[in-house]
């Protein structure tokens, strides 16, 4: 969509004024809809539109993103703008400087044209853990759209945005990707900047990012993976825009652990993800069962460490200079801190947390170890279609495994993509060894056009609001 709308955009078929007015119209009609905002940036959006026409009216160049709608979660910084990362807490914050990933897609003159709903704190696999209400799932309202990056999803499966940022702590972009049938990619840990990320688990947090296909997230993963002073952990920048599929899926190593797949998966979605290997298989890919068994304690690997570290990092939310007070907290996160502080608590961090940390590493190991084997690991993106609000509510568990084949990537700091098989929220998720994320991007282009489920056009120049 991106390079169409670009190619519209220096042909002169429409301007990025009328564009953006077009987008929020849209937007803000279908957000009564959808609850996918919490808030708007008409001026920020409206100023970069006039920068890339007069651009465009003087002849000069622009980039692939520029004049392109995006949203942005609201735990990532845009400034002069509101950050409440979902919660009451923050419900006042008003940012004082961009997030990286922001500057990046306003020096691409991007149109940032909303900050989006989110469970608190990015606490959440449901979306339905906001201060600001649930967010809808445009292929069903009465289905849950998945967390934490719900409008990020929501925005862009109802064509309100052409791309959305989120964040991946255990599978907030991948997850919501899959039940709106949309694409969701989790890069590299240190690919992507995290300065000006409202932390939630620092060792876990990714910048991600939500479209409507692969080459729209190379071309935003380009654009924002650029050389930074303030994020330590990020590694170096390199250029896939021109990235293209492969040629067919002929040899390809996709690894599944097919063992691993008999935890708690609705027998649907294993029928069509094992429908999907045979597909994949009649065209060319080598599909290898490969051991994982250390993957059945990934989630409580992942839900101790990132308690703990979710409990340190909300301990700043004291009032004095961020926030105002804590008993703003919703029921969910509340439970995170609690768990976090007693597995960090004296006597209890020996058992529980530096035990993680060890599994972490077991994990970490038997991955490095599968892909001297394989190319890819295929596993579904969640073990369940979407479900109803309140479902889940009862049985805190159920909800936590939500999350059993995406946190493995975030524990292991490798790149993941989450394409829709169907529109009814099933969805394969493809990981790849750490740093070649542009190699798993073009396996995945190869894949998606095996799996292509909607048409990718659109005319920009006739979009309705209807």
């Not at 608190?120 to 849950?144: C, H, Q, W």
């Not at 690894?255 to 029928?271: A, D």
């Not at 961020?322 to 509340?334: H, M, S």
């Not at 798993?440 to 309705?464: P, R, S, W, Y």
Request: hydrophobic share 35%; charged share 25%; glycine share 8%.
């Amino acid at each position: 969509m991106i390079k169409e709308i670009h190619n519209n955009l220096i042909s002169k078929k429409i301007s990025a004024m009328e564009l953006v007015k077009e987008y929020l119209k849209r937007a803000k009609k279908l957000n009564k809809k959808y609850n996918s905002f919490i808030s708007f940036t008409d001026e920020l959006a409206i100023e970069n539109a006039k920068s890339v026409d007069e651009k465009i009216k003087k002849g000069e160049n622009i980039s692939y993103l520029a004049g392109i709608p995006f949203s942005i979660k609201d735990n990532i910084l845009v400034k002069g703008y509101n950050a409440t990362a979902g919660s009451k807490v923050l419900k006042n914050y008003i940012s004082s400087y961009d997030a990286d990933v922001v500057s990046f897609l306003k020096q691409e003159h991007a149109l940032i044209i909303g900050k989006t709903n989110m469970d608190e704190f990015a606490m959440g696999a449901s979306g339905e853990y906001s201060a600001f209400g649930r967010t809808k799932n445009p292929i069903d309202t009465d289905l849950v759209t998945g967390g934490s990056s719900s409008g990020s999803a929501s925005s862009v499966a109802s064509n309100q945005v052409i791309v959305s940022l989120g964040s991946d702590t255990g599978g907030s972009v991948r997850q919501p990707a899959s039940f709106c049938s949309v694409v969701g990619f989790k890069p590299t840990y240190g690919k992507i900047s995290r300065s000006g990320l409202i932390a939630m688990a620092s060792s876990l947090d990714q910048i991600g990012i939500i479209s409507n296909n692969v080459s729209d997230v190379a071309i935003t993963l380009e654009a924002i993976s650029k050389e930074t002073q303030y994020d330590s952990t990020k590694k170096k920048f390199t250029n896939i825009t021109d990235i293209k599929a492969i040629n067919g899926l002929k040899g390809l190593r996709i690894g599944t652990p097919k063992t691993f797949l008999s935890h708690g998966i609705e027998n649907e979605v294993l029928s069509r993800f094992n429908s999907s290997l045979q597909k994949l298989e009649k065209s060319g890919a080598k599909i290898i069962d490969i051991d994982l068994s250390i993957l059945e304690y990934v989630v409580a690997c992942y839900y101790i460490i990132m308690s703990a570290e979710a409990s340190s990092n909300l301990a700043r939310y004291t009032g004095i200079r961020y926030g105002r007070n804590r008993e703003y907290f919703g029921n969910e996160v509340k439970k995170r801190i609690i768990l976090g502080a007693y597995v960090l608590s004296s006597g209890y961090s020996d058992k529980y947390y530096k035990k993680a940390r060890d599994v972490r590493n077991r994990i970490l190991q038997s991955l490095n170890s599968a892909f001297e084997n394989v190319d890819l690991i295929a596993m579904p993106t969640t073990p369940t279609r979407p479900f109803k609000p309140g479902e889940r509510s009862k049985n805190p568990i159920a909800m936590y495994l939500e999350d059993i084949f995406t946190v493995s990537a975030n524990l292991a700091g490798m790149p993941a993509i989450s394409l829709p098989l169907s529109k009814d929220g099933i969805s394969i998720q493809l990981m790849g060894p750490q740093w070649e994320d542009e190699k798993l991007l073009i396996n995945a282009m190869g894949v998606e056009q095996l799996f292509k489920t909607k048409d990718q056009k659109i005319e920009i120049h006739k979009i309705q609001t209807t």
